[in-house]
């Protein structure tokens, strides 16, 4: 398998992303190799600093960068030679088997819609984040942030994607799924959730429990929950805050450092026809390391296919 990494995304980019490939060669299967795109010099004396053999990796020269101030459409096509384009590029004919990041998140979004393209039947790919339970389980949450406004068919969709993704990438034979919403009767919230709960809970597709309110999420009750892109960046970035305020004041505790991105490094972009892992644009050599392990057992599940054959 042949894991390609943008080298060049990210706010630490090029150091903390060819450290996070040496770090994730020593635990990847032999049969796993790591493909480097971005500028040849700059990888090759990243990879000599760390006393890299070159030979261990493979290098494919993209020497343009797509920052977080490129506006994503425009910048994947006046910018052919970046990372990020010939990664997609890569993945589209096949040479690549997922394609992971740090870089510009609109840019990953808009490469995996027109590049790779969104399986027949999606109507929004969508992007998750894990939320970890008190009981030692984690939970998908979905969407974090690519679609801000959703209609109830959307949402019932994020729950089908999620389902997927808990039942391959973990291992969760039933996982259930729950809608995040203001109150735990069925008539609770807007006019969108009212919709959305009774669809989902006429579905013979997923295995829906119900609403589930945001002083429940970590508590272990669901195992994908649902919601609008608005509200799951929220959540997450709330959870981000806590988590950095705590490590300020100078409080250790061992379920809220499970809340440190640098254990989950990315997130799968569920609903399109290839595999790509976006990564915090924060992170570091940690975060990429654990971003490539994950974009590793992505693909090894087969979830792209999975999704496609689900919905076709």
């Known amino acids: 398998m042949k ?3 943008d080298v060049l995304g990210g706010d630490f980019a090029p150091d903390a992303n060819i450290a996070g490939a040496v770090l994730a060669r020593k635990e990847l299967s032999k049969d796993d190799k790591i493909v480097l795109i971005g500028d040849q010099e700059q990888i090759l004396g990243g990879l000599s600093s760390l006393e890299e053999n070159p030979e261990d990796y493979e290098i494919i020269h993209a020497p343009d960068v797509i920052t977080m101030h490129d506006h994503p459409t425009r910048a994947i096509v006046q910018k052919p030679n970046s990372s990020i384009a010939v990664g997609f590029d890569l993945l589209a004919k096949g040479d690549i088997n997922v394609f992971a990041s740090t870089g510009n998140t609109g840019a990953m979004l808009v490469g995996s819609m027109f590049k790779i393209n969104t399986i027949p039947g999606v109507i929004r790919p969508c992007i998750t984040s894990t939320l970890p339970s008190v009981d030692g389980t984690k939970a998908i949450l979905l969407d974090v942030g690519s679609n801000a406004d959703c209609k109830p068919d959307v949402l019932y ?4 994607l999620g389902s997927l993704y808990s039942q391959n990438v973990y291992g969760i034979e039933k996982p259930r799924v729950a809608l995040l919403n203001i109150g735990e009767e069925p008539s609770k919230g807007n006019l969108l959730t009212q919709s959305t709960h009774k669809l ?7 295995n829906f429990i119900g609403n589930i309110e945001g002083r429940d999420l970590f508590l272990g009750q669901a195992d994908v929950v649902v919601c609008d892109g608005f509200t799951g960046n ?4 709330q959870a981000e805050g806590i988590y950095t305020l705590m490590k300020k004041r100078g409080i250790k505790d061992e379920f809220f450092d499970r809340f440190n991105y640098e254990n989950y490094g990315g997130t799968p972009i569920l609903g399109v026809k290839g595999n790509v892992v976006i990564g ?7 975060a990429v390391k654990n971003m490539i392990l994950h974009s590793s057992e992505v693909a090894n599940s087969g979830l792209a296919t999975r999704v496609n054959e689900a919905f076709n």
């Open 280 to 286: 915090h644009g924060i992170s570091n050599d940690i």
């Open 200 to 206: 989902l809970a006429e579905s013979k597709e997923i």
């Open 3 to 5: 894991i390609g990494i």
């Open 234 to 237: 929220i959540v997450l970035k």
């Open 157 to 160: 969709q994020f729950a089908i």
